[in-house]
T-cell receptor
Framework: DTEVTQTPKHLVMGMTNKKSLKCEQHMGHRAMYWYKQKAKKPPELMFVYSYEKLSINESVPSRFSPECPNSSLLNLHLHALQPEDSALYLC?????????????FGPGTRLTVL | GNSVTQMEGPVTLSEEAFLTINCTYTATGYPSLFWYVQYPGEGLQLLLKATKADDKGSNKGFEATYRKETTSFHLEKGSVQVSDSAVYFCALSNTGANSKLTFGKGITLSVRP
């Protein structure tokens, strides 16, 4: 099973709202990722967690706050977003250190900021 | 640094036509190479991968061979179907902790009946 699940599927929020995106995997992967994807573009890496520790932050604005409560869960907390933050947010996971280190993606959360 | 170059799109083909999507890369060391597919309104799905030179990845009738001498990983399918209409991303990853995926720009494939 190579499934990564994400909730919610769609989210509409105002610029003053606080919301969270959730990602879950039960493949025993110890690396988890957040990506942002704009229309007709490849995904852009935001954060990487390795063994529940934040290992990469690609200079993402502080209005995005990641959290990894355990090895199966990854959250992205959103606060005071801007309309330009509207995008598809993808979660991925992988088994770090393996020869292929293949990332498996979830279906994404389509975020609209009004 | 690492980079992936994909041929310009979009590509429109008739059903049962032969497909080639070109992908070349620049990387240090010995990266792993991937093709991901994204169907409309969905996330990315791993289509196939290759981890070392001369490896051939294959899945659902698609194939790609890791060519180190030409730094290429071209995607091919002998007979496309309407259901293959999607965006295709070529990507590479260096192995090891905190490895990052480097994506190409992606190419949209439309297959008409």
């Amino acid at each position: 099973d190579t499934e990564v699940t994400q909730t919610p599927k769609h989210l509409v929020m105002g610029m003053t709202n606080k919301k969270s995106l959730k990602c879950e995997q039960h493949m025993g992967h110890r690396a988890m990722y957040w990506y942002k994807q704009k229309a007709k573009k490849p995904p852009e890496l935001m954060f990487v967690y390795s063994y529940e520790k934040l290992s990469i932050n690609e200079s993402v604005p502080s209005r995005f706050s990641p959290e990894c409560p355990n090895s199966s869960l990854l959250n992205l907390h959103l606060h005071a977003l801007q309309p330009e933050d509207s995008a598809l947010y993808l979660c991925a996971s992988s088994l770090p250190g393996s020869s292929a280190d293949t990332q498996y993606f979830g279906p994404g959360t389509r975020l609209t900021v009004l | 640094g690492n980079s992936v170059t994909q041929m310009e799109g979009p590509v429109t083909l008739s059903e049962e036509a032969f497909l080639t999507i070109n992908c070349t890369y620049t990387a240090t060391g010995y990266p792993s190479l991937f093709w991901y597919v994204q169907y409309p309104g969905e996330g990315l799905q791993l289509l196939l991968k290759a981890t070392k030179a001369d490896d051939k990845g294959s899945n659902k009738g698609f194939e790609a061979t890791y060519r180190k001498e030409t730094t290429s990983f071209h995607l091919e399918k002998g007979s496309v179907q309407v259901s293959d209409s999607a965006v295709y991303f070529c990507a590479l990853s260096n192995t090891g902790a905190n490895s990052k995926l480097t994506f190409g720009k992606g190419i949209t494939l439309s297959v008409r009946p």
